[in-house]
């Protein structure tokens, strides 16, 4: 009878949110179009022989962990046969440590966790990803102090805006004047195998900045550093970043808006701008876990595309916003949420502007688990030291096979497509390698089959 009452309490609270969204933004279209409604009514889920029924999986409070509440509020888990608790969880190193202990069944995970954890950095454990949770979602923000310095640097628009993107090279005198008065410039990211710590290095050494190499004495990774970065979990970013400890920070959704909101910084630019539709998280589960239990995996895996395909429906975003501000989810204010979650991004205040790419959940194959993604943290972390020493190519591919499980999702998915949840131009035909593309900040192409030559190619940064 408790758990009745708290799942009336959950729906009444998701629609509350909602009411309160939809007023605030004059009204929203309906969740679904009438082909889409008629889909779900013709489609029926085919259970699979479910080897392990209760599970407890983790997340932190970032709107990229969207496809996991929507699973479980819409009943896709329970479709599946899986009865699901979502934990919060304090940090990323608790949400890894949790996972390869066993107290998780599964995370929403930083990609390069299980890539770290199965290349040799950090905590070793045999991770596998069936899963990309999302494409984007990230951005770099600066204290209002050191955006007042950048600014002149930044050229304008007709209009008088900034232009975007706002690349390094406008903070990189800011960053010389701080040098010049003995004072280090302080930056934050999330972990040292975060898509953010990643991303903040790319962005400054664009702009010839040098964000420091991490070595066996050295596991900061501040060896020669123009910037000093140091981990910050994400919803402390923007209390960090205002006590002055940080002059600023990358960070996911809503962390980047709430510095807007609070009048504290400014993003200055995201991480569709570093790489386009760059993968973000992963649903990261133990390699024993998937073959103990493959037909769970499978449907794990099956219950989290129909998530993610529901996110990037036509007028669904307004009330996946409702569900993400509760407080058992994100749980910040729903009109911060809703700043980047339907199709905006607000970078002063003020100035917002359209970006409707900014959070992807299923276009672009957004959730299909490519070895390429994979292998950019690869040769991100050779680049920076993590992986210390020179790789032959093959081993970047072996690695990642091991770790990225487009098997399990083309199970999963093959199944969705049997039960009319998917078309078959949702399914892409790949060998597990998008193609070569040179949409980064800096022009420089990657091309995952080369990820030797790709680690050379940086003015800066360790050479292979």
């Not at 923007?238 to 709430?258: D, M, R, S």
């Not at 895996?301 to 129909?306: D, E, F, N, Q, S």
């Not at 690869?378 to 020179?390: D, H, V």
């Amino acid at each position: 009878m408790k758990k009745v009452f708290n799942n009336l309490f959950v729906r009444l609270s998701v629609f509350a949110a909602l009411l309160v969204l939809l007023s605030q933004c004059g009204g929203a279209k309906k969740s679904e179009s009438t082909e889409e409604v008629a889909e779900e009514e013709t489609s029926k889920t085919v259970q699979l022989e479910i080897e392990k029924p209760e599970l407890t999986f983790g997340f932190i409070k970032l709107t990229d962990m969207a496809p996991l509440a929507i699973a479980k509020e819409l009943g896709y888990f329970e479709d599946e046969g899986l009865f699901v608790t979502i934990e919060a969880q304090s940090n990323w190193k608790n949400v890894l440590d949790r996972v390869i202990d066993g107290q998780l069944d599964g995370s929403h995970m930083l990609a390069g966790q299980p890539i770290a954890a199965g290349a040799g950095f950090g905590r070793q454990a045999e991770l596998i990803t069936p899963f990309s949770m999302d494409l984007n979602g990230n951005g770099i923000t600066v204290s209002n102090d050191v955006w007042s310095k950048m600014k002149p640097n930044v050229p304008v628009g007709e209009d008088g805006k900034p232009v975007h993107p706002i690349k390094a090279d406008a903070i990189k005198p800011v960053i010389e004047s701080y040098k010049a008065d003995g004072k280090p410039f302080k930056m934050g990211m999330v972990f040292p195998v975060s898509t953010h710590n990643y991303e903040i290095r790319y962005w400054l050494a664009a702009a010839g900045i040098n964000p420091g190499f991490y070595t066996a004495d050295n596991i900061q990774g501040q060896v020669d550093a123009d910037v000093l970065l140091s981990v910050t979990p994400p919803p402390q970013m923007p209390a960090t970043l205002e006590a002055g400890t940080i002059y600023g920070y990358c960070v996911g959704e809503p962390w980047n808006q709430q510095a807007v909101f609070k009048g504290i910084g400014v993003p200055v630019t995201t991480n569709y701008d570093v790489w386009k539709n760059n993968p973000e998280k992963v649903f990261v589960m133990r390699k024993d876990f998937a073959e103990k239990y493959p037909n769970t995996a499978v449907a794990i895996t099956k219950a989290l595309i129909r998530a993610g395909k529901w996110l990037d429906a036509q007028g669904n975003r307004p009330q996946a916003v409702g569900i993400l501000s509760m407080p058992e989810y994100v749980g910040a204010d729903s009109v911060v949420i809703a700043n980047s979650m339907t199709g905006t991004f607000e970078f002063e205040k003020g100035d917002k502007r359209s970006m409707p790419d900014f959070n992807v959940f299923f276009r672009y194959h957004a959730t299909y688990p490519f070895y390429s993604d994979g292998t950019w943290f690869l040769t991100q972390m050779r680049r920076w030291g993590q992986i210390p020493e020179s790789k032959p190519a093959g081993w970047y591919s072996e690695t990642i096979k091991n770790i990225y499980r487009p098997d399990i999702w083309e199970k999963a998915a093959a199944l969705l497509l049997e039960e009319g949840y998917l078309t078959k131009d949702e399914i892409p035909t790949t060998d597990g390698y998008k193609a070569p593309t040179a949409d980064f900040i800096d022009g420089i192409t990657y091309d995952g089959k080369d990820p030797i030559g790709y680690i050379n190619s940086f003015p800066v940064g360790n050479k292979d």
